[in-house]
Structures are given as C-alpha cells and as structure tokens.
C-alpha cells in the first residue's frame, strides 16, 4: 500500500548539517501532514517538525532555528535540513505521514511511519 523510505542519517560532528530526506511511495492521493519525530535511547518518542500542505511548519522548542522542515509535494517527500547539529540531537529519526491512499475499494485514510533513520552527533 504506502511505503515510507527515509535516508541521509550519519554520523557528524557537533556544529555540522545532516540532511534527511523522506519519500512516500505506493497508492497515493493526497497527503495532509508530513512530519519527522525522533527518539533517543532510553527517552520516549517526540516530535520535531511538521508541515501540512507545504506551508503550515511547526518545531520542537530545542530545534528552532537550527532545523528546517520542507516538503516536495509533486514528489510526495519530505525534508529535514539539520544545522548546528549537537550531541543531544543523536537519535533514531522517524518519517510521518498522514495521508489518503487508493486501497482497491477506494480511498481511505492512514498514518505511517518509516523505518528510521540514525543520526549520531559526536566528535
């Protein structure tokens, strides 16, 4: 049905930029709000950025200013420039799409998650 297929987690120094990039793939219609979530080991899951239709953004306080979210709607993905990266950024980081998908009947409506991606702050 609806694949999302995350990539451009690594390992950087504190102060450098990370890229990651989110693509949804399979049967899709629209998609309302892409957004990127990370947990850290021991700490429970939290949001980090979402944008809904391209424009609307919205960030975690400890992020502000230094990541950037985007989004390529004719391509169905969804980015997230990292800058002034620091060791507490280190986490797995998720792909999330809320989004209508074709299902062979119709059309219904779904929430997905990638399979994650690590990002690993340190010198």
């Known amino acids: 049905q609806v694949q999302l297929v995350e990539s451009g987690g690594g390992l950087v120094q504190p102060g450098g930029s990370l890229r990651l990039s989110c693509v949804a793939k399979?049967?899709?219609?629209?998609?309302?709000?892409m957004a990127w979530y990370r947990q850290a080991p021991g700490k429970q899951r939290e949001l980090v950025a979402v944008?809904?239709?391209?424009?609307?953004?919205n960030y975690a306080d400890s992020v502000k200013g230094r990541f950037t979210i985007s989004r390529d709607n004719a391509e169905n993905t969804v980015y997230l420039q990292m800058n002034s990266l620091k060791p507490e950024d280190t986490a797995v980081y998720y792909c999330?799409?809320?989004?209508?998908?074709?299902?062979?009947?119709?059309?219904?409506?779904?929430?997905?998650w990638g399979q994650g991606t690590q990002v690993t702050v340190s010198s």
């Open positions: 399979g049967s899709i219609f629209t998609i309302n709000t």
């Open positions: 944008i809904a239709g391209g424009v609307t953004t």
């Open positions: 999330n799409a809320d989004l209508f998908y074709g299902n062979g009947l119709g059309y219904a409506q779904g929430d997905f």
